[in-house]
Structures are given as structure tokens and as C-alpha cells.
């Protein structure tokens, strides 16, 4: 088994990697919990439903489970009220624990879920995507989509376990894993040539998930994010980085309709986008926005952006990015692979990244 500790001000937790841990994650639920709400969707608890309750029997207290209904289109506050709803009902106090059980969608709900009821109860994540397993279960971002606009209504409160199990990622479809990648493939692009350049060599044993590839691929990445949180848990300076590509992502996403792109292809998409907006303002070599485009399509996402009904729309969903200072629009940019820099860009550069990304 692979252990990454997370370290922040607000607590220090344990990532444990390994094929087997959903037989195990009893050992991650603190001792003195009152009650386990399981979050779930009913895909996912078809598939592993029974085997986590099975493992979280073990426990002296009671388990609920909470089937939210599946996909990013319903990752907003009519969602998080059936969390709460089934939790005032049976009276939970606040040493009741929110396991959250599946992707990204469910363990930001499920974590925001716990960050505001009752003014915060702890809650431990059991990610069931390769993109939940590489990012979003690590860091305490929690959220809820508005309209407006990706994440805007959330908190940051992190969990006390994160608990991967590996042979998840059997069942998942082949979308799933493209769309994880594109995580994966970001942080060699924001903090190490090195892993990018891995990436590309073991670009067939990732896509074609061969264990040993994609569990290195899951432990470095955990490894990459608990580096940053650590550094930054609140986004106030170096966090920011993790953002790479998705302010285009994010417009992608919400222009597009929560749903329609994966999280994980728009932000592969955005990937190349910022590539060529970083070649525009500074100085990505073009042979390295290059290799960025031949490996997001390696991994199976889109390379080519949506028209979005335009270049007004596009900056328009782009300008309520959390990163927008005063109706200025912040990116993410590469120097060159392997470091990130947050910087204001001309906007005559922006506008011929549309035009030459966007179909
Ligand atoms: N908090 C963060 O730091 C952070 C980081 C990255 C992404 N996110 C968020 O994560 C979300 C995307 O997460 P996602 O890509 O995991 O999507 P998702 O949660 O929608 O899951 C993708 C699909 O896979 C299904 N599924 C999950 N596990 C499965 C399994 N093992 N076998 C078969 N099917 C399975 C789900 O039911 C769903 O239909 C977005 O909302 C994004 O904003 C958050
Ligand atoms: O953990 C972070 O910080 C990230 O930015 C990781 C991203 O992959 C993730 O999609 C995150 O939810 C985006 O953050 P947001 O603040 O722009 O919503
Ligand atoms: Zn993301």
C-alpha cells in the first residue's frame, strides 16, 4: 500500500493507495462517530454499495445510505438538501460521519454536505473515478455549480481519510479514464517535465489502464497535490496553479451545459488552450504546445474547443472565473513545461487562442 499525508493548518490526513481498500475503509472512520451517511449515486452503489456497507458493518453505529441522482447536471443544492434532509430526519448530531462513495461530483457535494451541516462535520472520501482518485478527493475543495458558473457556491474543508481503491477503476468506462488523464497529464505541465514526459512514454499502459502504470500515475498525483495544498490549503497564492486550463475548461463546461463534456475532457481541452496562449505571452516554445496537443489527444479527450456562440460568450463565461480580480481574467500559463505562472494576458492574444482552438 502507498500512504500520502496531506498537511495543512486545518489538519493533516492520510491518502492510502492500494487494490482492496474498500474492504478496509471501517479503519478510516474515526472511532467516536455517532452515525455513517454513506453519499452515494445509485450506479455506483449498485456496484460497490454493498461491499462498503458490508465493511462499514464492522462499526457500532448505524449506516444510511443517500442515493443522489448521477451526473454534473445535478451537482447543485436540490442534491445537497436531500443530504440534509435524510440527516435532520434522523437526528444526526455532529459527530455523524459523510462517507462520500464515487467521482468528483459526489465527493464535492458530499464534502460541502459535511462542511456546512451543523457548521462542519467531518467526512471521509472514497473516490471511484481516476479523476476523483488523482484530484478531487484530495484538498478540501467542496462545491456546488450555479448557472453562473462551475463551483461557485462551496467551502474548503478537508477530509479526515481518503481511502483509493484501485481496482475501481475496473468498471469505469474508457470516457472516465480519458477524462482523468487529463488531470494526471497537468501536473507534469504545472510542476515536473519529468512526469510529463513519463506520461508520454506510458501514454499506451495509461489509456490501456495497466495496473502498475496507472497506480504510479494515482500515487504521483496525490503526491503533486498534497505538495501544493500543503503549501496553499486556501488558494491564496500557489493553489491557483492547479487551475491549469480551467478557465477555459469551466466556460467549456457551463456554455456548453453542466454534463455535456466531462470535467476531465473540457479541462484537457483547456490544457492545449492554455499551451497556445502561453506560447503567445510567455514563450512556450511551439514544439511544446505541440506535444501538449498530441498527448491530450493520446488520452482520448477533444482537442478542439467548442464555438461556444462566440468570442463575446466565451470571455463573458471566462471573466466570472474565481481567479478574476476586478473583471480582470487570470490564467494559468507554462513558461515552458513544468512551471506555472498566474498572470492577466492582452486580450489580443486571448482572442487569437479562440480563434485558432475553437471550431
Ligand atoms: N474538489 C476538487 O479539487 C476537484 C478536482 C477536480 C474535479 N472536481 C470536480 O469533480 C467532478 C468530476 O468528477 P468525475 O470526473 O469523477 O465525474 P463523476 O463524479 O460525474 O463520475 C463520472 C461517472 O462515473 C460513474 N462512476 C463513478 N465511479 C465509477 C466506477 N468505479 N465504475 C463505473 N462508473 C463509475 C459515476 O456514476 C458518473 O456517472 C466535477 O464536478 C469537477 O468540478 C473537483
Ligand atoms: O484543487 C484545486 O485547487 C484545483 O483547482 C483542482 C481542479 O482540478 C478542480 O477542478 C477544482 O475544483 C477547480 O477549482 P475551482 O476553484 O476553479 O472551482
Ligand atoms: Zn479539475
Known amino acids: 500500500m502507498h500512504v500520502v499525508n496531506v498537511k495543512t493548518p486545518s489538519g493533516e490526513y492520510p491518502i492510502h493507495i492500494a487494490s482492496g481498500r474498500l474492504d478496509q475503509i471501517a479503519r478510516s472512520v474515526p472511532a467516536d462517530a455517532s452515525a455513517i451517511v454513506l453519499v452515494t449515486n445509485p450506479s455506483i452503489d449498485a456496484l460497490y454499495g454493498e461491499r462498503v456497507r458490508t465493511a462499514l458493518s464492522h462499526l457500532s453505529c448505524t449506516v444510511q445510505t443517500v442515493l443522489l441522482p ?33 467521482g468528483g461530483v459526489i465527493g464535492d457535494m458530499a464534502g460541502f454536505a459535511a462542511a456546512i451541516y451543523m457548521r462542519g462535520i467531518r467526512f471521509v472520501q472514497v473516490p471511484t473515478t481516476l479523476l476523483a482518485q488523482v484530484d478531487s478527493s484530495v484538498g478540501g475543495k467542496t462545491a456546488v455549480n450555479h448557472p453562473l458558473g462551475k463551483n461557485m ?15 475501481v477503476l475496473d ?11 487529463a488531470e494526471v497529464i497537468k ?22 489502464r495497466d495496473p ?12 503533486f497535490k498534497a505538495e501544493v495544498v500543503g503549501e496553499d490549503e486556501r488558494e491564496s497564492g500557489r493553489r491557483a496553479i492547479l487551475n491549469l486550463g480551467h478557465t477555459f475548461g469551466h466556460a467549456i463546461e457551463a456554455g456548453l451545459g453542466y454534463g455535456q463534456w466531462l470535467h476531465g475532457e473540457a479541462v484537457g481541452c483547456g490544457l492545449i488552450m492554455a499551451a497556445e496562449l502561453s506560447n503567445r505571452v510567455c514563450g512556450l516554445p511551439e514544439s511544446d504546445v505541440r506535444r501538449v496537443r498530441d498527448l ?8 478542439v474547443a467548442p464555438g461556444l456562440d462566440g468570442q463575446e460568450h466565451w470571455i463573458s463565461l471566462m471573466k466570472g472565473d474565481k481567479k478574476a480580480e476586478s473583471g480582470q481574467i487570470k490564467f494559468v500559463l507554462m513558461p515552458r513545461i513544468g512551471r506555472a505562472v498566474v498572470q492577466p494576458v492582452d486580450p489580443g492574444a486571448l482572442r487569437e487562442v479562440l480563434a485558432t482552438c475553437c471550431e
Open 296 to 303: 491530450v489527444g493520446a488520452i482520448g479527450c477533444p482537442v
Open 171 to 181: 468498471t469505469l468506462p474508457q470516457r472516465e479514464i480519458s477524462a482523468g488523464l
Open 212 to 223: 502498475s502504470i496507472l497506480s504510479e500515475a494515482i500515487r504521483r498525483s496525490c503526491e
Open 70 to 102: 448521477d451526473g454534473e447536471g445535478h451537482k447543485d443544492f436540490s442534491s445537497l438538501n436531500q443530504v440534509f434532509d435524510a440527516m435532520l430526519q434522523a437526528r444526526y448530531d455532529r459527530r455523524a460521519i459523510i462517507v462520500a462513495l464515487g
Open 153 to 167: 457556491i462551496g467551502a474548503f474543508h478537508q477530509p479526515v481519510a481518503v481511502e483509493i481503491d484501485t481496482d
Open 187 to 208: 501536473y507534469g505541465l504545472i510542476m515536473d517535465a519529468g512526469f510529463f514526459a513519463w506520461c508520454e512514454s506510458n501514454v499506451a499502459g495509461l489509456v490501456g
